[in-house]
């Protein structure tokens, strides 16, 4: 089995004094969502006219998740370590003032890269046995003054840029050709002055005061309007063109290091797997108990059914004939035409009598077990979107096993789980087709139209207006309007093709899922029922069960993704097993579930069963709705996109 991919396969190397270009591409917090192009900054380094600067091309998933990569001036030679580098000065007025200390409060960190490798903070743990990352570097930090209690923020405008790296394997390294292993950045707040005329400070390494964020206030005009006050508070707000200059330096110091391979770099900024290996196989242990006791008793039931059926009805398909000589007889019962009948006609009443004395509950349902549905051309949309879903989640969930998406190729999860999603429109079309056939429908394109707009429509739709908010924001993770152009495009001029194709082939060429037993032309009358089955209660009771088989690994994906210093989820064998258990625990339920709404002489199972399926969807909600509010450290409405 495989727990995790190998991150990395596209191996790049450098020999002495080659150039290793450095990326800058945005900031970010774990207390809000809303993350900010670095480059467009107004207090960032502005660039020099050394280098030409460029965006990068970037990807579906790139754009997706907020990425804006952009090529710096830091001048980074493969060998060459620099002690001090003047990088530029920025002329900050008030309100980018005022800008900075607001991301400086919400704890934003910096992301540039190197080599495809994100600029990592170091740790160590408290045993000192081992090192690991965390993806970005502080953009500043905040203090108090010891007099007055009030805050200050300062902001990091030195860089210290350590490059690990270690011979590389084969006749390439014995050319001389290195590969990068590590990049680690140091920041460090630096106060403007005492520096030398190349604009770095006299000593770096030394200690310094740190680089204040504030602009002293202005207080002129309210001095004006109130003369006689003894107190007159900091007018920061005033526009008087008033500005702050910020020096920007950089050194760089490459390391030898052969404790790493190439192909092992990312380990270090994923967690320790021998520690979490522990949840996961709890949680594997866990998935598998509530399955097999499920699939005990689906097996209990399926045995108790299919010998019930054939001792009670010979070839498995209730006779109509039986069933009505079984009234018959009942209404004529004490006669004496009957009681003169000879002892070999007698005993094939008994027969017949005993074959009917099992009749009850589900068995009563044969002729109505399988009347379509009410708003089957609803249903019918729904069930192709969900295995629209599937066939994505396991295309997604095979590639990462196998390494072919992991961390190195930023935004690849999210860019392939795009194109599997459109390509997948095929299956949501053929089985959306073939189940309304099934179902009697006739307008087969009306129901193409529903398949291909309903969910992806309805998904596009809360996008957009999450966008607008995200937008209002001027952040980063705002999709351009040129990606929601062709997201649409995507949707409109691909996906729905592929759906009209895969529904014209379920409809016209596939033939419709035949049922063992004929559906009589009136229904059945349904008897009262019990409370368990007609009460949306009982519904969400029954996906628990789901749930349960989940929510471990789901709160190592949380801690994972929102908590831990990584970022990363990487063990996707383990997911993938407990994904597969999570299948079978969910049909197993539902078996279950549609036997009790059956024996209870329901036959209106169709929308039933389908909300059992999902009913875990809702304790799901209700577990990220709990992990939000009492785990996570994310503040205000709007910062939360």
């Known amino acids: 089995m495989i727990l995790s991919g190998t991150p990395g396969y596209s191996i790049k190397t450098y020999h002495d004094d080659d150039v290793i270009p450095l990326l800058v591409n945005k900031i970010f917090s774990d207390n809000t969502q809303l993350q900010y192009a670095y480059s467009e900054l107004p207090f960032v380094a502005p660039p020099s006219g050394h280098a030409r600067h460029h965006s990068i091309s970037l990807n579906l998933g790139e754009v997706l998740r907020g990425d804006r990569i952009m090529t710096s001036d830091f001048q980074?030679?493969?060998?060459?370590?620099?002690?001090?580098?003047?990088?530029?000065?920025?002329?900050?007025?008030?309100?980018?003032?005022?800008?900075?200390?607001?991301?400086?409060?919400?704890?934003?960190?910096?992301?540039?890269?190197?080599?495809?490798?994100?600029?990592?903070?170091?740790?160590?743990?408290?045993?000192?046995?081992?090192?690991?990352?965390a993806a970005g570097f502080k953009l500043g930090f905040k203090d108090f003054l010891p007099a007055t209690g009030q805050p200050r923020y300062f902001l990091n405008n030195h860089f210290t840029l350590v490059v690990r790296w270690r011979k590389a394997t084969g006749s390439a390294g014995n050319g001389g050709a290195k590969v990068v292993i590590g990049f680690e950045v140091y920041p460090k707040s630096i106060e403007s002055k005492n520096r030398l005329d190349t604009g770095c400070p006299k000593e770096v390494s030394g200690d310094h005061s740190g680089f204040d964020m504030y602009i002293a206030a202005n207080n002129s005009a309210l001095a004006a309007k109130y003369p006689d006050s003894s107190y007159l508070p900091e007018d920061q707000d005033v526009d008087d063109g008033a500005s702050l200059t910020v020096p920007y330096t950089y050194s760089v110091y490459f390391r030898e290091d052969d404790s790493v391979d190439w192909s092992n770099r990312w380990d270090l900024y994923l967690n320790n797997p021998d520690k979490s290996s522990v949840t996961h196989w709890l949680a594997i242990l866990n998935s598998l108990i509530i399955s097999?006791?499920?699939?005990?008793?689906?097996?209990?039931?399926?045995?108790?059914?299919?010998?019930?059926?054939?001792?009670?009805?010979?070839?498995?398909?209730?006779?109509?004939?039986?069933?009505?000589?079984?009234?018959?007889?009942?209404?004529?019962?004490?006669?004496?035409?009957?009681?003169?009948?000879?002892?070999?006609?007698?005993?094939?009443?008994?027969?017949?009598?005993?074959?009917?004395?099992?009749?009850s509950g589900w068995k009563l349902l044969h002729g109505d077990v399988f009347r379509p549905p009410s708003y089957g051309g609803l249903l019918a949309p729904l069930i192709g979107s969900g295995m629209q879903l599937l066939f994505m989640t396991t295309g997604l969930l095979i590639l990462s096993c196998l390494g072919i998406l992991n961390p190195s190729f930023r935004g690849g999860f999210v860019s392939v789980g795009m194109g599997l999603f459109i390509f997948a429109g095929v299956f949501s079309g053929y089985f959306s087709g073939r189940v309304y056939k099934t179902f009697g429908g006739q307008n087969w394109k009306k129901n193409t139209l529903m398949t291909a707009t309903l969910f992806p429509g309805l998904t596009f739709s809360l996008v957009f207006i999450l966008n607008l908010f995200v937008w209002a924001q001027a952040s980063s993770t705002a999709m351009p309007f040129g990606t929601l152009i062709g997201l649409a495009a995507l949707w409109l001029l691909i996906q729905v093709p592929l759906v009209y194709v895969g529904s014209w082939y379920g409809y016209a060429k596939a033939a419709a899922w035949e049922h063992p037993t004929?559906?009589?032309?009136?229904?059945?009358?349904?008897?009262?029922?019990?409370?368990?089955?007609?009460?949306?209660?009982?519904?969400?009771?029954?996906?628990?069960?789901?749930?349960?088989?989940?929510?471990?690994?789901?709160?190592?994906?949380?801690?994972?993704?929102?908590?831990?210093?990584?970022?990363?989820?990487?063990?996707?064998?383990?997911?993938?097993?407990?994904?597969?258990?999570?299948?079978?625990?969910?049909?197993?339920?539902?078996?279950?579930?549609?036997?009790?709404?059956?024996?209870?002489?329901?036959?209106?199972?169709?929308?039933?069963?389908?909300?059992?399926?999902?009913?875990?969807?809702?304790?799901?909600?209700?577990?990220?709705?709990?992990?939000y509010f009492t785990r996570l450290h994310i503040q205000g409405a709007i910062k939360v996109d």
């Not at 070839?315 to 209404?331: Q, T, Y």
């Not at 339920?589 to 024996?599: D, K, Q, R, S």
């Open 292 to 359: 097999g006791i499920l699939g005990a008793v689906v097996i209990v039931i399926w045995s108790r059914t299919v010998q019930g059926d054939l001792k009670g009805r010979g070839d498995g398909v209730m006779d109509d004939v039986k069933l009505s000589k079984f009234r018959k007889s009942r209404k004529e019962k004490g006669s004496g035409l009957l009681e003169k009948v000879g002892d070999l006609e007698n005993e094939g009443d008994i027969s017949d009598e005993d074959g009917t004395d099992d009749i």
């Open 76 to 133: 980074i030679r493969m060998g060459q370590d620099v002690e001090c580098q003047y990088l530029g000065k920025k002329q900050v007025d008030r309100k980018g003032v005022k800008w900075a200390q607001q991301l400086i409060q919400d704890g934003y960190v910096v992301e540039w890269i190197l080599d495809n490798l994100p600029g990592a903070t170091s740790f160590v743990t408290v045993d000192r046995r081992r090192k690991y990352y």
């Open 518 to 627: 004929k559906t009589n032309s009136i229904p059945r009358q349904i008897p009262v029922q019990p409370w368990y089955t007609k009460d949306v209660f009982g519904i969400l009771l029954a996906g628990l069960i789901p749930f349960a088989v989940l929510f471990i690994e789901l709160l190592f994906v949380f801690e994972s993704i929102w908590q831990d210093k990584s970022g990363y989820y990487y063990v996707f064998g383990f997911l993938s097993v407990v994904s597969g258990i999570l299948v079978v625990t969910v049909s197993e339920v539902t078996i279950i579930a549609t036997y009790i709404l059956l024996c209870c002489e329901n036959y209106l199972w169709w929308w039933h069963s389908f909300f059992i399926g999902g009913s875990s969807a809702f304790w799901i909600f209700l577990y990220c709705a709990w992990y």
